[in-house]
């Protein structure tokens, strides 16, 4: 519902107070050093990023013979970029005319680096949630992930690459998509489980 409403808000009656808003905060809180440091984190939400780190962590569910597991990350990489690709392509917003990075040429809406990275990292603290570390420590290391994956998103924001409408709204579209994608992925278990029992 969220989603929906700042695409009915802002891509279709163009409101753009929310964006006004918060650029104009950043920018009184900006300085060249912060911008270094934000154009160093939101690399982690690239693809030169994230394809490598879905790709490591397919190959080491298959090392360790969890070809389910291989499948289903590999099914929640792509799927997910397919409906980041269908979505900019129906939205086509174009990018902040003040981007500090150049040469950007796809579509604002949604921010990628936002969706991929909240995903992913949703992905690390499902593994960690049922690992055998303590539960202090899962609960630690599941708010870090967290946390970072917002700050890859205000990265976003500070380096004018995307409006903060884009990030906030990826954001919720991120937590609709680990919601449906990981109802699916269990439903899809059970089933499975079941059939084996029925076949044995």
Same mark, same amino acid.
């Given at each position: 519902?969220?989603?929906?409403?700042?695409?009915?808000?802002?891509?279709?009656?163009?409101?753009?107070?929310?964006?006004?808003?918060?650029?104009?905060?950043?920018?009184?809180?900006?300085?060249?050093? /912060?911008?270094?440091?934000?154009?160093?984190?939101?690399?982690?939400?690239?693809? /030169?990023?994230?394809?490598? %780190?879905?790709?490591l962590l397919v190959?080491?569910? /298959?090392?360790?013979?969890?070809?389910?597991?291989?499948?289903?990350? %590999?099914?929640?990489?792509?799927?997910?970029?397919?409906?980041?690709?269908?979505?900019?392509?129906?939205?086509?917003?174009?990018?902040?005319?003040?981007?500090?990075?150049?040469?950007?040429?796809?579509?604002? $809406?949604?921010?990628?680096?936002? $969706?991929?990275?909240?995903?992913?990292c949703c992905i690390?603290?499902?593994?960690v949630q049922h690992? @055998?570390?303590?539960?202090?420590?899962?609960?630690?290391?599941? %708010?870090?992930?967290? /946390? $970072?994956?917002?700050?890859?998103?205000?990265?976003?924001?500070?380096?004018?690459?995307?409006?903060?409408?884009?990030?906030?709204?990826?954001?919720?579209?991120?937590?609709?998509?680990?919601?449906?994608?990981?109802?699916?992925? @269990?439903?899809?278990?059970?089933?499975?489980?079941?059939?084996?029992?029925?076949?044995?």
């Amino acid at each position: 519902m969220g989603f929906a409403m700042i695409v009915d808000e802002v891509l279709l009656e163009h409101e753009k107070t929310l964006d006004d808003t918060v650029f104009s905060f950043f920018d009184s809180v900006t300085t060249p050093s /912060l911008i270094g440091v934000m154009k160093i984190i939101t690399f982690v939400g690239s693809t /030169l990023f994230m394809l490598p %780190a879905y790709v490591l962590l397919v190959a080491i569910f /298959l090392l360790q013979k969890k070809i389910r597991y291989a499948i289903e990350v %590999a099914i929640v990489g792509l799927s997910s970029q397919a409906l980041l690709y269908i979505l900019k392509i129906i939205f086509h917003r174009q990018r902040p005319p003040a981007a500090l990075i150049k040469n950007i040429t796809t579509y604002s $809406f949604p921010s990628g680096h936002t $969706f991929s990275t909240f995903v992913f990292c949703c992905i690390i603290v499902y593994i960690v949630q049922h690992s @055998k570390w303590k539960a202090i420590y899962r609960g630690i290391v599941s %708010a870090l992930l967290l /946390l $970072f994956s917002i700050t890859i998103s205000i990265s976003r924001i500070v380096l004018k690459v995307h409006y903060p409408t884009d990030v906030l709204g990826s954001l919720m579209l991120g937590i609709a998509w680990v919601i449906t994608i990981g109802w699916l992925i @269990k439903k899809t278990n059970k089933k499975y489980s079941m059939n084996e029992i029925n076949h044995q």
